[in-house]
């Protein structure tokens, strides 16, 4: 395939217009009331209604930490960032699991045998105070992708920094990293 600098420009055009109007469209979900510094914890016993509401949340903290520190970087201007998560944070329970194997061996009058063998498994959630189950570990939600549009980006230099520092923020790989230059 033949990369004519016309067309690669005008795609690159029609991809930052695109970033541009879906940004404008999450905005406008959101409403004004801003997004939180740090991302939200979750409680496992919340509804399951509140998932798109938590992942939302997470959006707009990780969109706007990274608002906040791209727009740092020399050469970077009117940063607008998309953040896109797969699902809320995962919370790892204690569990106590009781396993127990039992094996009869019984042989009757006449020689015949029979093996008889049980199996139990009791599993249960930890509780530590006030019936409160015991976290071992909150798992921060894997981000699906991000898209970057700034002023400054058409430069290459400047567009392999943004890569580098989202992918570095959030353990991300650099190709679920776009980013397109703003007006």
């Excluded at 004004?32 to 209604?49: I, K, R």
């Excluded at 509401?53 to 990274?66: D, N, T, V």
Aim: proline share 5%; aromatic share 4%.
């Amino acid at each position: 395939m033949n990369w004519n600098f016309a067309t690669g420009s005008k795609w690159l055009w029609i991809l930052g217009i695109l970033g541009v109007v879906l940004i404008a469209l999450g905005a406008l979900n959101r409403g004004s009331s801003g997004a939180p510094v740090n991302p939200p914890s979750v409680p496992a016993t919340d509804q399951a209604g509140r998932g798109s509401a938590e992942m939302k949340a997470y959006e707009q903290a990780y969109e706007q930490q990274l608002t906040s520190l791209l727009g740092r970087l020399p050469g970077v201007q009117d940063v607008r960032v998309m953040v896109n998560v797969d699902s809320t944070e995962e919370v790892v329970y204690a569990r106590n699991d009781q396993n127990q194997n039992q094996t009869i061996n019984e042989t009757d009058k006449q020689g015949g045998t029979r093996v008889t063998t049980s199996q139990s498994s009791n599993d249960q959630v930890v509780l530590a105070g006030q019936n409160q189950p015991l976290i071992v570990k909150r798992l921060r939600p894997q981000v699906r992708g991000v898209l970057v549009v700034a002023k400054g980006a058409q430069d290459a230099r400047v567009q392999a920094e943004i890569v580098q520092a989202v992918a570095a923020v959030l353990g991300v790989p650099p190709h679920r990293v776009a980013v397109v230059p703003g007006q």
